[in-house]
């Protein structure tokens, strides 16, 4: 199986999770902000509990990644200002709309109206950070944004 | 019809086995801005050959419209207090207006924190990284305070 195969099934299975649970109403995740509802943080907590022991088991055994061969291994990264900067502003976002990144694919899936803006929104905010990137590689002087940047090699594997 | 709300032990479980599989079958950390940047990148070099990130994008999109279909329609109450808050004409447009900064916050944002609530908050709270564990608790309490002032304001 190719890993574009293995990435689409796996985006099916998220993607209708994501739907089931109701994550894609962001009434759910409004309720869930506002202490109404203990549902998204129980559901969040889940998923991280599931994935902190499965990942835990794989990096004891330490097998070869089953469809590249290439050795199971990741490294943590350490806190910088780009991650407080950046999650603000996601948070600011996520806090008005109710939606976030997953939420947003999956609202386009269902047919929903709403998930238009948000989501042309979101392929435009992936444009404006290409664009300051290329800019802050290109400029050597530092601007205000360059602390904020991350360049391509620091930047988290699969931002 | 599945119109009833899966029970967190389980939705949340499957969505932690999604992570594991990513990481099990080809080393890589899950993230859906992961899915949505590879998707404007492959683009933008005006090529159409996705990666598994794209693919999973595609994957997300096919698997809600597959789960509307089965339930019978979407999941959606609508934006009861974008709605009820804006009324009249231009309503519509003031709300579209509204999403679309968010989702430039939410693109932005993002992609400068390297992660969302999947790629940070979930995947990378699982690695134990200690930069989603920041990142994670910064979008959480600002999505809590945010949601309180415009609960309180509206």
């Known amino acids: ?159 | 019809m599945v119109h009833s709300q899966l029970p967190w032990f389980i939705g949340g479980p499957l969505l932690g086995l999604c992570v594991v599989a990513m990481r099990w079958l080809m080393n890589e950390r899950l993230g859906v801005m992961g899915a949505w940047s590879d998707v404007v990148d492959t683009v933008a070099a005006k090529r159409l050959s996705f990666g598994p990130f794209g693919w999973m994008l595609f994957g997300l999109i096919a698997g809600a419209a597959i789960f509307a279909l089965i339930a019978g329609g979407p999941v959606f109450e609508g934006y009861g207090w974008l709605t009820d808050t804006f009324s009249g004409t231009g309503a519509t447009l003031l709300i579209v207006a509204i999403l679309f900064a968010c989702g430039i916050l939410i693109g932005l944002g993002t992609k400068i924190a390297g992660g969302c609530t999947s790629g940070n908050g979930l995947s990378g709270n699982a690695m134990l990284s200690p930069a989603s564990l920041v990142a994670t608790m910064t979008f959480f309490v600002t999505a809590i305070v945010v949601t309180f002032v415009t609960e309180a304001l509206i």
């Open chain 1, 1 to 159: 199986m190719s890993t574009r195969i293995a990435g689409g099934l796996i985006g099916v299975v998220f993607g209708v999770v994501l739907s089931w649970s109701g994550m894609t109403s962001p009434e759910v995740i409004r309720e869930g902000l506002l202490f109404q509802s203990s549902y998204l943080f129980l559901f969040f907590f889940g998923a991280v509990a599931t994935a902190f022991v499965g990942l835990r088991l794989l990096k004891r055994s330490a097998p070869p990644a089953l469809l590249t061969g290439e050795r199971i291994a990741w490294e943590p990264v350490q806190p910088q200002r780009r991650h407080v900067v950046g999650s603000l502003l996601f948070g600011v976002g996520w806090g008005v709309s109710g939606a976030c990144p997953g939420p947003i694919a999956t609202q386009l899936g269902q047919g929903i109206a709403w998930g238009v803006p948000t989501a042309v929104g979101l392929i435009l905010g992936i444009i404006v950070f290409r664009r300051m990137q290329s800019r802050s590689q290109r400029g050597t002087e530092r601007t205000p944004t360059a602390s904020v940047i991350p360049s391509p090699v620091a930047a988290d594997a699969t931002a």
